[in-house]
């Protein structure tokens, strides 16, 4: 059963057979916070769980020698209910792990379709599990004796305590992680993961659960269309509950694709829609016409330009990556999510159809798009784009239901004919649409969000009017993100401490000192 909020939204744990280690945690994502403290026996497992209201009921499980954690939420329940002889295992989802745990071991991870990171503790090992899209982030520090994992790196930035520390060894060369330069020590779990480590020993076995497809399908158009709707259909089914979801909407095909079977999946209840811009830039009348065929309860939000660049250091505390692409579309996202209100919501978004279907990739020609294609889903682990921390920093869970693992992997293994087909972009997704959105959206050709609330453009001008010359520009605004994470990620700074124009301006003199 799908709630607003899942049962817990992050945490902070540390495995060791010593008993009484300490937590400090940061977090960026709102939320109560409780600690858990299991022990088998041979390890404990400590943490804090971050969570929507008063107890975080369904986020822990124990059986045996055995507790796990989960943070997130889990999209085909039913059917790994049906795995399971006695149905009583399924109240919630971090059950269903421990009793899938049981039955099938560490391979159970590969039924799962799902946002979440899981730390487990069985016998003296302990359990690191991401999803198919590592959707959840997971970081993890380790060293003979003790584990520490978190849903957000500044728990493990040495201010928390719980750092690697000097000689010991990192994870670093393992496959199952990538070490993060800004914070030495700290590793981040990769995307369909489990990482299994022996506490005492040091030893540790990675175990990859999900692959993007690399092989393509050839299909009639009416049977790749048909396997799209219902796959997406599906997708936004498990996202939404029984409380007034949420759709934030450009009024492009993505996000108005998924405004349009919520509403369906709603059956008969009014949903929300919800678009942001800026006063230069917006795409507001394109969400409205969404809106209005779809009979939503819809609202516009707009952030003066000022305001939007002011909230970088909140983007990159929710995010904690430093990559300029991947802020410029989340910094609009986040002073949306900022901006929701104070009651907690569910909330659906177009984001990352561009990925599998090659949207970003506006020529035609089918070996460049299947090149773009293999290419972004090769290389998207490690960007933190799905996190579900930038909607917690307002008290909110995001979820995106074209990188459910279903739809993914039935949009990524589409020939690429499908994909770009009587000149058309995005043409399976269009098509598949048709029937359900007005014809002006369907045709609607792709617009950023970076581009249709003018971030990219608002951070180049706010760079050159600081000295910037323009041929630096990218390296600009990396060392101003560079410095944002030194303050709010590895110092564990909160936002409002970081002086952003001042920070701008220390960029800019160093960029015109080098180029002068
Ligand atoms: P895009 O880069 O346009 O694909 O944006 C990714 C997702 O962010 C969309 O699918 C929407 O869910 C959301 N989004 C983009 N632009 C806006 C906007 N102006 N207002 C509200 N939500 C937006
Ligand atoms: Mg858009």
Not at 120 to 145: E, F, I, K, Q
Not at 254 to 283: K, W
Request: charged share 20%; net charge negative; hydrophobic share 45%.
């Amino acid at each position: 059963m799908v709630t607003t909020l899942p049962a817990a939204t992050g945490f902070l744990a540390v495995a060791s057979p010593d008993s009484g280690v300490a937590l400090r945690p940061a977090f960026a994502a709102q939320g109560s916070r409780t600690v858990v403290r299991e022990s088998n026996g041979r390890q404990h497992l400590y943490a804090v769980l971050l969570h929507a209201g008063a107890v975080p009921d369904g986020s822990v499980a124990r059986r045996g020698g055995t507790a796990v954690l989960l943070a997130g939420e889990l999209y085909n329940q039913p059917d790994l209910c049906s795995l399971l002889p006695d149905g009583a295992a399924a109240d919630s989802d971090v059950h269903l792990v421990l009793a899938l745990l049981d039955r099938y071991g560490v391979s159970a991870f590969r039924l799962l379709n799902g946002r979440f990171a899981v730390v487990a503790m069985l016998g003296n090992r302990v359990l690191l599990a991401t999803d198919h899209a590592g959707s959840v982030p997971l970081y993890v520090t380790a060293r003979p004796g003790q584990v520490a994992a978190a849903t957000e790196a500044k728990s493990l930035a040495g201010t928390a305590g719980v750092g690697v520390p000097p000689g010991a060894r990192s994870l670093a060369a393992l496959p199952g992680a990538r070490s993060l330069a800004a914070l030495p020590g700290v590793c981040q779990l990769r995307a369909g993961m489990v990482l299994e480590i022996d506490v005492a020993k040091g030893a540790t076995d990675v175990h990859r659960t999900w692959r993007p497809p690399l092989e393509r399908r050839i299909l009639p158009e009416g049977e790749a269309t048909d396997l799209v709707r219902d796959t997406l259909r599906h997708a936004v089914r498990a996202r939404t509950g029984t409380d007034t979801p949420l759709v934030v909407i450009s009024g492009g095909i993505d996000s108005s694709s998924v405004a349009a079977l919520t509403v369906e999946a709603a059956g008969g209840a009014t949903i929300d829609t919800l678009a942001m811009g800026s006063e230069h830039d917006n795409e507001f009348p394109e969400a409205r016409t969404v809106a209005e065929h779809l009979a939503t309860r819809h609202s516009e939000i707009i952030v003066p330009t000022a305001d939007l660049l002011a909230q970088l250091p909140y983007a990159v505390w929710a995010a904690e990556t430093t990559n300029v692409d991947i802020i410029e579309y989340l910094l609009p996202l986040t002073a949306l999510y900022l901006r929701v209100g104070d009651t907690p919501r569910r909330i659906l978004t177009g984001y990352g159809a561009d990925i599998p279907l090659g949207g970003m990739h506006r020529e035609g020609r089918l070996p460049a798009l299947e090149q773009a294609v293999s290419h972004d889903m090769a290389t998207f682990d490690g960007l933190n784009e799905m996190t579900p921390v930038l909607s917690a920093v307002g008290g909110h869970w995001s979820t995106h239901p074209f990188w459910d693992r279903e739809v993914l992997a039935v949009l990524t293994s589409l020939e690429a004919g499908l994909k770009h087909r009587y000149g058309r972009d995005k043409w399976v997704l269009r098509t598949a649409m048709a029937d359900l959105l007005p014809a002006t959206t369907v045709n609607r050709p792709k617009l950023g969000v970076h581009e249709g609330s003018g971030t990219t453009a608002a951070f180049s001008a706010l760079l050159v009017s600081a000295g910037v010359p323009p041929s630096q520009l990218r390296e600009a605004k990396y060392l101003v993100l560079q410095a944002l994470f030194r303050r709010v990620v590895a110092n564990g700074e909160h936002p409002d401490a970081v002086d952003f124009a001042k920070t701008v301006d220390e960029v800019a003199g160093m960029q015109r000192r080098s180029v002068g």
